[in-house]
């Protein structure tokens, strides 16, 4: 069974930092297409970051200059670095594994993330 776990949300101050990772285990994830959404209490889950297997990198207007997408060296955890969060960040993050190409499309259950002072 596939699982994708994601961890390090947590509780910051506005301005502060927060690194998230994604893991998973199996080639699949070295092929897959990863995306980062957000999902906060009565708000349409939201497409944060996407990291294709070959090619850039690409973010929502919102946390452009502030999140960054990257990929472990062996390629089994994907990370999402936030710098200067604010407290409309603050949100369950979820990590998704798809391919279009292999037909699969998978999810972790989500790490809070909660931006206050």
């Known amino acids: 069974q596939v699982q994708l776990v994601e961890s390090g949300g947590g509780l910051v101050q506005p301005g502060g930092s927060l690194r998230l990772s994604c893991a998973a285990s199996g080639t699949f994830f070295r092929i897959s297409t990863i995306r980062w959404f957000r999902q906060a209490p009565g708000k349409q889950r939201e497409l944060v970051a996407s990291?294709?297997?070959?090619?850039?990198?690409d973010y929502a207007d919102s946390v452009k200059g502030r999140f960054a997408i990257s990929r472990a060296s062996g390629g089994n955890t994907v990370y999402l670095q936030m710098i200067d969060l604010k407290p409309e960040d603050t949100a369950v993050y979820l990590c998704n594994a798809f391919s279009d190409v292999f037909g699969y499309d998978y999810w972790g259950q989500g790490t809070q993330v909660t931006v206050s002072s």
């Open positions: 990291l294709p297997n070959a090619g850039a990198a």
